[in-house]
């Protein structure tokens, strides 16, 4: 027989002591499971951890029973004991999903087993997708508003590094040598790729990170921009 989970968590003290303690989570859950006639019950608790963190002890010994198979329901007392954010929320409640077990949260009258269930899910998703939507349109007339003032938008190319204004490019010398030597090494010493690739690093010429590691795509790349402009 498969199990049902009583999943309990606390982020402190405090909770405990203002009557959400685990002990009194565990009571409600085990009278709900009475009453809907839910067996076979493991208690499984996070005690002073954050509902931000997803990757609680509990959280990750309901997901690997998951995996082999060893449950069919998961019981909350409320979907803020669960997760805190929509996103983790709808994350996890994906997986249940997928692994054909119910989800019931006390406290919500949440029981993926029924329609209205399987709908409160569905309008998360929708409230979470409107989410996402709108942070990408305030990012939009954010970035269009900077290239009406005149501000440069997105990454500066190698070679560059941007005024103190924001809007004009001015050369970077360090970055001009690193190109400068690409080219010549190509062109003149008809180095390969990987070569150049080996001497970038040997003679510690930093890249956009300020790192002096180099890639062939990276290399590949800057020569056919300023193949042409370099002489």
């Known amino acids: 027989m498969k199990k049902t989970i009583i999943y309990t968590r606390v982020s402190t003290e ?3 002591q203002n009557g959400i303690s685990l002990e009194n989570q565990e009571e409600r859950c085990k009278s709900y499971c ?19 963190n997803t990757k609680r002890a509990g959280i990750q010994k309901i997901l690997k029973m998951i995996e082999s198979k060893q449950i069919d329901n998961v019981v909350v007392y409320s979907l ?30 949440i029981d993926t087993a029924s329609a209205s269930g399987r709908f409160f899910v569905t309008t998360l998703s929708a409230i ?4 996402r939507e709108l942070t990408s349109e305030r990012t939009k ?23 103190a204004d924001g809007k004009k490019l001015l050369k970077h010398s360090e970055e001009q040598k690193t190109i400068q030597m690409i080219v010549d090494l190509k062109r003149k010493e008809n180095k390969s790729y990987n070569e150049i690739v080996k001497m970038l690093t040997e003679r510690k010429r930093k890249n956009k990170n300020g790192q002096a590691k180099w890639y062939k795509s990276s290399v590949i790349k800057l020569y056919k921009i300023y193949s042409v402009t370099f002489s």
Do not use: M, W
């Open 34 to 52: 009475l009453i809907h006639q839910l067996e076979n019950i493991e208690i499984i608790s996070d005690r002073g951890i954050s509902g931000k």
């Open 141 to 163: 007339s954010v970035l269009a508003y900077k290239k009406q003032q005149g501000f440069r938008v997105g990454s500066v190319l190698f070679g560059y590094k941007l005024a």
């Open 80 to 109: 803020s004991r669960f997760a805190r954010s929509v996103k983790d929320t709808l994350s996890l409640l994906d997986v249940f999903g997928k692994a054909g077990l119910n989800f019931h949260s006390i406290t919500e009258s």
């Open 14 to 16: 405090l909770q405990s």
């Open 128 to 131: 979470s997708q409107y989410e």
